[in-house]
């Protein structure tokens, strides 16, 4: 089945040590997302690929960096990870344009110690 | 800018009740509108969404929403809700572009 994964699934990473989340698709979808998702809130877009193209929000953080080498995958790297970005951390897919929704992973849920 | 509003936070319910989740957005043109779900330790998920045409729309698992333009709202209903519904449910909307904005979700728990 056409899918978006994850891993891992639960990231475990000390205080300041850089940490990369990987997301993986079977889609072909030409934009990637990856959202920030605390608990009892809403997703937050931290940044999203259309193709190559690297579009990030206004308010992400520095520490939050992303690559897209291909099609098929997409990282987030967190530089320094601080306690206050334990989250549940989600990347998506969707063709291009406004008319199509997204494609969710699982998720990784990073704990910061 | 671009909002959702999610007015329930928690809703519990017995089953077979009807359901109604109240969303409104802020954005005076043309939206595109949707209903995730994400089951317990599941990914979120697509329920239905809304591009154009009608505005009640079917999704799966039973819900249907209705887009009311004059009122900016697009609530999501389920005449009988079934203990399986158990989930934490996001209203979302597409102004622009590529991306969607999410409510901050309602935790629907559906009592046996």
């Known amino acids: 089945d056409a899918m978006v994964i994850q891993n891992p699934r639960y990231q475990v990473t000390q205080f300041g040590k850089p940490v990369t989340l990987s997301c993986s698709q079977t889609l072909n979808h030409n934009v990637m997302y990856w959202y920030q998702q605390k608990s009892s809130q809403a997703p937050k877009l931290l940044f999203h690929?259309?193709?190559?193209?690297?579009?990030n929000e206004a308010d992400t953080p520095d520490n939050f960096q992303s690559r897209r080498p291909n099609t098929s995958f997409c990282f987030l790297d967190i530089r320094s990870p601080g306690l206050g970005d334990a989250a549940m951390y989600l990347c998506?897919?969707?063709?291009?344009?406004?008319?199509?929704?997204?494609?969710f992973g699982p998720g990784t849920r990073l704990t910061v110690t | 800018a671009q909002s959702v509003s999610q007015h329930n936070h928690h809703v519990i319910l017995s089953e077979a009740a009807s359901l109604e989740l109240g969303c409104n957005y802020s954005y005076g043109g043309t939206v595109n509108l949707f209903w995730y779900v994400q089951y317990p330790g599941q990914h979120l998920q697509l329920l239905l969404k809304y591009f154009s045409g009608d505005p009640l729309v079917k999704g799966i698992k039973g819900f249907e929403a209705e887009f009311i333009k004059s009122k900016f709202s697009f609530n999501l209903r389920k005449p009988s809700v079934q203990w399986s519904d158990t989930a934490e449910y996001f209203c979302a909307v597409n102004a622009r572009g590529n991306k969607i904005i999410f409510g901050k979700g309602t935790r629907l728990h559906i009592l046996p």
């Open positions: 998506a897919t969707s063709p291009s344009g406004q008319f199509y929704e997204q494609y």
């Open positions: 690929y259309y193709d190559k193209d690297f579009n």
